[in-house]
Every structure is written in C-alpha cells, then in structure tokens.
C-alpha cells in the first residue's frame, strides 16, 4: 500500500490557482502604492509631530 495518497486536485489547476493569487497579489500591492501616492492628507502634520531629518536623527548630518 501506498504511504501518500494522490493529491486531489490535478496539478496544472492547482498551479493555476497559484499563479492566480500571486498574480492578485501583486496586482493589490501596486493598487496600494499608487493609492498612497495620488491621495494627499487631509490636513498638515500637527507642529509637535512633523520632525526634520535632523532632530529626528541627531548623527544624521545635513545634505
């Protein structure tokens, strides 16, 4: 007797279903960065919370 039994699903389907999910995936991951890119905030940081590179990083020196 076998150890393993036959998978139940045939392999180019189970391949397909992959490649569909990658493929969605990827395509949600590039739907995200472009929605963060075009949608400006609805207000300005508040003053306590905007740091420049150089208070927020004191070795980080000027460009």
Known sequence: M?????CATPV????ARR??????????ALAAT???VAVTPAA???P????R???A????APL
Request: aromatic share 6%.
């Open 19 to 28: 490649r569909l999910a990658a493929g969605l995936a990827a395509a949600s």
């Open 34 to 36: 472009f929605l963060a």
């Open 12 to 15: 180019p389907l189970d391949r």
């Open 53 to 55: 590179p150089a208070e």
């Open 57 to 60: 990083w004191p070795g980080l």
């Open 2 to 6: 076998a150890r393993h039994r036959k």
């Open 48 to 51: 306590d919370r905007a740091a």
């Open 44 to 46: 300005p940081p508040a």
